[in-house]
């Protein structure tokens, strides 16, 4: 009785969730977005080390499908929290608890995240689902009672990711030869979704808020990458036999962390979110850059273990578990970022170091990193 009688209390420190002013001066990520973000991290070294578990065993398929899945799951959940808290921020307190609950949505469904590696025990992952998305579909339905155009986006959202939910759940209990097919043609149901919603209102996004926190989000996945460098380190104090090759696979791999980390934060970004086309584009073509980010630490993961013998995975594969990834960052950060905006040399330049990631080494793909550097401020110091 007495928690009921201060509930009266309590709601009158709720804000009136309205669209933020996309214009607002000094707009930063806020300390629960970056506390938000550390459950991502968690997430992403989970489901990167039943990446690297499955590679290391020589299970190459069944390891980049899981990848794929697991990450897509992490990528949408940021995603969704990410475009909705750019809007519709208010920081009360219901707010900051339903972001809370997003939040452990994100850890069940890490914990649960070699279901997608397995096929086995898919009820854990769909239960954290369920737990981010009965929050964040609270959240629409609290947005949408604002009014006006951002109301109308925000009950689509409501609705569509609803629905979406329901097949999710479904989902779990397709036959086994269908559920990575039906996966697929799910998250592509979802992708749709801000589509529609946007088109049938619109919500109010900052483009410097937006890119920011994009930004943050490679900080995150670039250094799970500085990790298996530092892994590389402390096998090397143990494996004295390979000491010297596993010291220069540290160096390596920071190089080529570095390198991304330059290329990627070179050019401006707000300025490719203006419009709900280029917006979508921005969110959308961003999932590559994430996941070859993310991978990228699986693939040092890997070289370690190559050389300290914990490997079944042979030399060429070795190497493409760094190369893949690093060529498909260089071409999207290629399209989305500096495709007819960076100098001369850089044009032909990165596609040529995507093709030469596929062929080297991880050392050589560093040289490859670190020239591209160069040509960077040789033609315009550090940024545009």
């Known amino acids: 009785m007495c928690a009921l009688a201060t509930l009266p209390s309590v709601i009158q420190y709720l804000k009136p969730m309205r669209p933020r002013d996309p214009e607002e001066s000094h707009r930063t990520a806020t300390p629960l977005e970056l506390f938000f973000d550390l459950v991502f991290v968690i997430a992403i070294s989970i489901g990167g080390g039943h990446f690297h578990h499955a590679l290391t065993q020589g299970h190459v398929w069944h390891g980049v499908i899981g990848f794929i899945m697991v990450f897509q799951c992490i990528w949408w959940a940021w995603?969704?929290?990410t475009w909705f808290s750019t809007s519709f921020d208010n920081d009360d307190w219901l707010f900051r608890t339903l972001t809370f609950v997003q939040m452990l949505g994100v850890l069940v469904l890490a914990v649960g995240s070699e279901a997608f590696f397995t096929g086995e025990n898919l009820l854990v992952p769909i239960?954290?689902?369920?737990?981010?998305r009965v929050a964040l579909i609270s959240q629409w339905l609290r947005a949408s009672r604002c009014g006006g155009i951002a109301a109308k986006a925000a009950k689509?959202?409501?609705?569509g990711l609803a629905f979406a939910q329901v097949l999710w759940v479904a989902?779990?209990?397709v036959p086994d030869h269908t559920r990575v097919p039906v996966f697929f043609?799910?998250?592509a149901l979802e992708l749709c979704i801000p589509v529609f919603a946007e088109r049938a209102g619109r919500t109010?996004?900052?483009?410097?808020?937006?890119?920011?926190?994009y930004g943050l989000f490679t900080i995150i996945l670039l250094g799970e990458s500085l990790l298996g460098s530092a892994h590389a380190i402390a096998d090397a104090l143990h494996e004295h036999d390979h000491i010297l090759p596993l010291l220069s696979l540290a160096v390596a791999g920071l190089v080529?962390?570095?390198?991304?980390w330059w290329l990627y934060f070179w050019p401006p970004h707000h300025k490719e979110i203006d419009g709900l086309a280029r917006a979508l584009r921005y969110g959308y073509g961003h999932a590559f850059i994430f996941a070859a980010a993310g991978a990228v630490s699986v693939g040092i993961e890997t070289q370690v273990g190559y050389f300290s013998n914990h490997s079944e995975l042979g030399f060429i594969g070795t190497n493409l578990a760094v190369g893949i990834p690093v060529a498909v960052f260089l071409l999207g950060v290629w399209v989305l970022l500096l495709k007819g905006r960076a100098p001369a040399p850089l044009q032909w330049a990165i596609p040529l170091a995507a093709l030469?990631?596929?062929?080297l080494p991880i050392w050589g793909i560093a040289i490859v990193m670190a020239a591209l550097i160069y040509l960077l401020v040789q033609n315009g110091a550090a940024k545009h």
């Open 79 to 81: 995603m969704n929290f």
């Open 204 to 213: 109010n996004w900052h483009p410097h808020h937006i890119t920011e926190r």
């Open 127 to 132: 239960i954290g689902f369920v737990i981010m």
């Open 356 to 359: 030469l990631c596929l062929l």
């Open 156 to 159: 689509m959202y409501a609705a």
């Open 171 to 173: 989902w779990a209990f």
């Open 185 to 187: 043609l799910l998250t």
């Open 256 to 260: 080529i962390a570095a390198g991304m």
